[in-house]
């Protein structure tokens, strides 16, 4: 179920396979990236080493090699490596596995590798049939995923296991793996030539992920029919248009929205247009970004421009009216106005105020000349009684206490906001 036996977990893939099949490490100084955990006295390395045997929980985007290192640490270890797909599999399934390498363990003494990806797609529930195997040392689990763990896992997994950050690779290393994969014989064999700019477009395109870097030059390689140097023309026919990374309902949507967020109220309006500009090419939802902008009006801006909650408001409707992509330039719009407009935080801080008070103190009765008195019985009962109009008895406010008595002199805004541009 969802995978078997594997007696050599990095043997070598065969030569009809698709180029990042091909180009798979075989050994750790094959890995691109990672070097935060691979290198001399770091986590990973140790447990390559043997140094280090405990499961561990692969996190980050697709390509940066999760698979690859869970098969790099199945060989190290010697143990059976049985690849598991959340995806093809049920829980029926993961106890049969876990139950074979239970009895397994108990007769030969040897250890299971299971290996199981995108083991977010378990629910808690289901996660687990995975520990009483883990605890007694059936198993080496290694979980691979795209998600936080923090959400996806439960707790009890969570504590027996190491989790490891895996981080997209950088420019420099994609173009390296690109490099190589041209001129290796499991790869290209030096059948097409690129100019630096030409591989640096393809390392741009695939944004960090090593499988999509190499299936992008395995087609550049096909639109080549004749090999030899490729023209732009081509190149640009195989890169098309840039897919863009985005998760709407997962970390990325949340990291993307806060670098927005932030730049604004650091007024820095070029950071603003790029954090919206890559919300915006991932496909997030212009409503959700309305919204936000109507918020930052508010919360950091404020009384230091009261315009610029209106402007917000308008890009809002323009948008509704205009939709994609005419509506995002109303969007722009705003965020721009908002970053380059001062700054004030002091109603979003004395609203937080007011209602700590709400909180902690106790719920006095309204003041009797504040009360409304509609009826006789009211005004009997002394509701209004001593109210002074301001308009007719400007005294009054200096003279007629709004806050009940408890809270009298209580301050939650300065006479005048600072502002900050």
Known sequence: PGGGDREDPVAEAPADAPLAERMRPRQAGEVFGQSHLLGEGKLLQRVLDGEVQQSLLLWGPPGVGKTTLARLVADASGARFVPFSAVLSGVKE???????????????????????????????????????????????LIGATTENPSFELNAALLSRCRVLVLEPLSTEETVGLIRGACESERGLGGRIELDDEQVKRIANASDGDARRALTLLETVAAVSLS???????????????KSVRYDRSGDQHFDLVSALHKSIRNSDENAALYWLARMLEGGEDRRYLARRLIRIASEDIGLADPFALRVSLD???????????????????????????????????????????????????????????????????????????VHDDPKAREEMKCMPPGLEGRKYLEDDPPAHS
Do not use: C, W
């Open 315 to 389: 890009a809002a409707e323009a948008f509704d009216r205009l939709g994609v992509p005419e509506g995002d330039l109303a969007l722009a719009q705003a965020a721009v106005y908002l970053a380059k407009a001062p700054k004030s935080h002091a109603v979003y801080k004395a609203l937080g105020a007011a209602r700590q008070d709400v909180q902690e103190t106790a719920s006095e009765p309204v003041p009797l000349h504040l009360r409304n008195a509609p009826t006789a019985l009211m005004k009997g009962l002394g509701h209004g009684q001593g109210y002074r109009y």
């Open 227 to 241: 090999g030899g140097k490729v023209d732009d023309d081509a190149l640009a026919e195989a890169l098309q248009r």
């Open 94 to 140: 993961v106890r049969a596995v876990m139950g074979e390498a239970r009895d397994r363990r108990a007769r030969t003494g040897d250890r299971t590798l299971l290996f199981v990806d995108e083991i977010h797609r378990f629910n808690k529930a289901q996660q687990d049939a995975f520990l009483p195997f883990v605890e007694r040392g059936d198993v080496l």
